[in-house]
């Protein structure tokens, strides 16, 4: 599709998020529902990526550009926050590291869980199925 | 001159300006707390501390960029269909362990605003410090935070777990790969998310997963954890 036509899907899927958030009332942000109708749009194959490979490569190549004008209100955020901003810093860096051990354990945790449960059930088939070799060769004089 | 700073191309130039020199000095240097963002956000304050430039005349462009955020969280959408295959199979820990590290970084806030008396806008602000910055931005205003300050929360916490994401893995053994990606993604975006791609194929797909699920689930149940605030 040509620049234009995929800026305007794109940009009709975010006005429908911003409808279906502000008119029928979906408690998430409307931003965050454009990107769930794109999902379901590209595994129902009604979109697919190469439709809009353009527009979506150049926004995720260039993410970062368009959180710099919001971040410049910083200016604006008064002088309590500022002071705080060296127990700020400290407070989000350790929270990351935890944050990545924590989610890090957990996933781990339970994949170890699952791989053990599919090596369980793999080994039993397994058996199993020598067991019932055995019997018909046993069967044989 | 007042009829310059007051056009929209001023703000504009100036935004894009500042996000290359950030580019230019994050590509030589080459250090991850060196963010383009982060050096973009200095230069562009700096200039209009030092030139006296309102930041009502900065926004007449700025918010011309800033309009693309809604876009650019939609085609997040792309990089989740590619790895949803990936899913398939471990969906289950992949689910519960994004869950428990979002859970993590919102009680860690919580709890750390109640006993330092960080006050509620402030606490309300670095809730959402662990989600993509276009969703935790949004996320900050719905709950009542100041997005400006979610959004530099969010770079630090994006940069920090950039520097720090191996080595925490290796000292909390931490050694499957899909563990680490959704680890890194969770806690640390798509920051993190670039240095998952350095440590292997697995660990950066799970991470970019981790992105979009760990932003979902905050935005659904950030305003449901205020409400124990």
């Known amino acids: ?107 781990q945790f339970l994949i170890r869980k699952q791989e053990y449960r599919e090596n369980m059930a793999l080994r039993a088939e397994r058996l199993a199925r020598r067991a019932a070799q055995n019997k018909t060769e046993g069967g044989k004089p | 001159m007042n009829a310059i700073i007051n056009s929209p191309l001023f703000g504009i130039l100036l935004t894009l300006v500042a996000f290359e020199i950030g580019v230019l000095i994050s590509q030589k240097f080459k250090y991850s707390f060196l963010n383009p963002l982060l050096i973009g956000n200095i230069l562009i304050v700096g200039f209009l501390l030092i030139t006296g430039v309102s930041l009502e005349s900065y926004n007449v462009g700025g918010d011309y960029i800033s309009v693309m955020l809604s876009p650019a969280t939609v085609v997040l959408a792309v990089p989740l269909y590619r790895q949803i295959q990936k899913l398939q199979h471990f969906w289950k820990p992949i689910l519960a362990g994004i869950f428990t590290g979002s859970l993590t970084a919102m009680a860690c806030v919580i709890v750390a605003g109640k006993l330092l008396g960080l006050g509620k806008v402030l606490t309300l602000s670095l809730l959402p410090k662990s989600v993509t910055i276009p969703m935790g931005s949004v996320i900050s205003e719905q709950i009542g935070g100041i997005p400006s300050v979610t959004i530099i929360a969010i770079t630090v916490t994006g940069i920090t777990g950039a520097v720090t994401a191996p080595a925490v893995c290796r000292f909390c053994r931490i050694k499957h790969k899909v563990a680490q990606g959704i680890a890194i993604g969770t806690a640390s975006h798509a920051l993190g998310t670039t240095k998952a791609m350095e440590m292997g194929e697995v660990q950066g797909a799970m991470s970019g997963l981790a992105i979009g699920i760990a932003g979902l689930f905050t935005a659904v149940v950030a305003p449901i954890v205020i409400e124990l605030l």
Request: proline share 7%; with cysteine.
């Open chain 1, 1 to 107: 599709m040509r620049i234009p036509l995929q800026l305007a899907v794109i940009f009709a899927i975010c006005i429908a998020g911003e409808v279906l958030h502000r008119v029928v009332g979906v408690p998430l942000p409307g931003n965050i529902i454009g990107m769930v109708i794109l999902l379901i749009l590209l595994c129902t194959k009604v979109v697919k990526p190469e439709h809009i490979s353009g527009v979506s490569s150049f926004f995720l190549k260039y993410l970062a550009l368009f959180f710099l004008p919001p971040s410049i209100a910083i200016m604006t955020v008064g002088d309590d926050v500022l002071s705080k901003w060296p127990l700020l810093l400290f407070l989000c860096i350790a929270f990351t590291l935890v944050t990545i051990a924590m989610g890090g354990w957990a996933t």
